[in-house]
C-alpha cells in the first residue's frame, strides 16, 4: 500500500509534469492580457456545457426511451478539456504574478459550481434512464464532493490547515470524466447490453461518494485533533 507521503510526492511530481508542458502556452494567455479569472470562467462555462450534454441525454431517454450514449462520450470529452482550466488559472496568476486573495475565492466558488452542475446532470440522467439507486449514488457523491472542500474551507476558517485525503477535486474531476467517457463508449460498442454502460457510471460515482466522503470525515477527524 502506498504512503500517504509517497502518494503526495507522486501527486506533486505529476503536477510538476504537466506544468512544464502547460507553461509555453500560459506565458502565451498572459501575453495576450488573459487573466486567472477569466481563465476561471471559461473552466465554469465548460463545465455547464457538459452538464447540459448529460442532462440532455437524461431528457432524450425520458422522451424517447434512447440512453444517448453518444452524448455521455462528448461531455467526458469536454469535462477533461474544461477542468484543465482548473490548473489553467492557477498557473496564469503564477506566472503572470496576478495571485490574489479574490482569485483564490473565486475559483473556489466556480469549482464547486462545476461540480455541482455535472455531477448533479449524471445523478439525473441515471434517473431518467430507470438507475435510481445509481442516481442516489451520484448525489452521495456529490455530497462527498461538496464535503471534502467545505471541511477544509471551514478548518482554515480556525486557523488549520487540512489538505488530507485521497479524493481531492482532481481525483474527482478524473473519475467522473472517465466514467463518463467509459459509459458512452461501452454503451456505442455493446449497445444489445447498455446496463454494462450504466454500471460502469454508476462505479464511477460509488468510488467518489465513498472516498469523498472518508476523506471528508478524515478533515474532520484532523481538525478535532488540531482543535484539542
Same mark, same amino acid.
Request: net charge positive; glycine share 10%.
Given at each position: 500500500? =502506498?504512503?500517504?507521503?509517497?502518494?503526495? !510526492?507522486?501527486?506533486?511530481? *505529476?503536477?510538476?509534469? +504537466?506544468? !512544464?508542458?502547460?507553461?509555453?502556452?500560459?506565458?502565451?494567455? =498572459?501575453?495576450?492580457?488573459?487573466?486567472?479569472?477569466?481563465?476561471?470562467?471559461?473552466?465554469?462555462?465548460?463545465? =455547464?456545457?457538459?452538464?447540459?450534454? &448529460? @442532462?440532455?441525454?437524461?431528457?432524450?431517454?425520458?422522451?424517447?426511451?434512447?440512453?444517448?450514449?453518444?452524448?455521455?462520450?462528448? @461531455?467526458?470529452?469536454?469535462?477533461?478539456?474544461?477542468?484543465?482550466?482548473?490548473? *489553467?488559472?492557477?498557473?496564469?496568476?503564477?506566472?503572470?504574478?496576478?495571485?490574489?486573495?479574490?482569485?483564490?475565492?473565486?475559483?473556489?466558488?466556480?469549482?464547486?459550481?462545476?461540480?455541482?452542475?455535472?455531477?448533479?446532470? &449524471?445523478?439525473?440522467?441515471? +434517473?431518467?434512464?430507470?438507475?435510481?439507486?445509481?442516481?442516489?449514488? @451520484?448525489? *452521495?457523491?456529490?455530497?462527498?464532493?461538496?464535503?471534502?472542500?467545505?471541511?477544509?474551507?471551514?478548518? $482554515?476558517?480556525?486557523?488549520? $490547515?487540512? !489538505?488530507?485525503?485521497?479524493?481531492?477535486?482532481? $481525483?474527482?474531476?478524473?473519475?467522473?470524466?472517465?466514467?463518463?467517457?467509459?459509459?458512452? +463508449?461501452?454503451?456505442?460498442?455493446?449497445?444489445?447490453?447498455?446496463? +454494462?454502460?450504466?454500471?460502469?457510471? &454508476?462505479?464511477?460515482?460509488?468510488?467518489?461518494?465513498?472516498?469523498?466522503?472518508?476523506?471528508?470525515?478524515?478533515?474532520?477527524?484532523?481538525?478535532?485533533?488540531?482543535?484539542?
Amino acid at each position: 500500500m =502506498i504512503s500517504k507521503n509517497a502518494y503526495k !510526492k507522486e501527486r506533486d511530481g *505529476l503536477q510538476q509534469g +504537466i506544468y !512544464k508542458i502547460i507553461n509555453p502556452f500560459v506565458r502565451l494567455m =498572459i501575453r495576450m492580457g488573459v487573466t486567472p479569472n477569466m481563465v476561471t470562467t471559461i473552466g465554469l462555462l465548460g463545465n =455547464i456545457a457538459a452538464a447540459a450534454i &448529460i @442532462a440532455y441525454a437524461g431528457y432524450e431517454a425520458h422522451s424517447s426511451g434512447s440512453p444517448r450514449f453518444d452524448l455521455i462520450t462528448w @461531455a467526458g470529452g469536454v469535462t477533461i478539456l474544461f477542468s484543465l482550466f482548473d490548473m *489553467l488559472d492557477g498557473q496564469v496568476a503564477r506566472l503572470g504574478n496576478m495571485v490574489s486573495r479574490f482569485g483564490a475565492l473565486y475559483d473556489s466558488v466556480l469549482d464547486r459550481y462545476c461540480e455541482l452542475f455535472t455531477v448533479g446532470a &449524471i445523478s439525473y440522467y441515471l +434517473i431518467m434512464n430507470g438507475y435510481v439507486v445509481g442516481g442516489l449514488v @451520484a448525489f *452521495l457523491a456529490l455530497v462527498g464532493s461538496v464535503m471534502v472542500s467545505y471541511v477544509r474551507a471551514r478548518a $482554515e476558517g480556525v486557523g488549520l $490547515e487540512c !489538505k488530507v485525503g485521497f479524493m481531492q477535486r482532481p $481525483e474527482r474531476v478524473v473519475v467522473t470524466a472517465a466514467g463518463c467517457l467509459a459509459c458512452g +463508449i461501452a454503451g456505442l460498442v455493446t449497445p444489445e447490453s447498455p446496463s +454494462i454502460a450504466f454500471n460502469i457510471l &454508476i462505479i464511477a460515482m460509488a468510488v467518489i461518494a465513498v472516498f469523498a466522503n472518508i476523506t471528508a470525515f478524515a478533515r474532520v477527524d484532523v481538525c478535532r485533533k488540531g482543535l484539542k
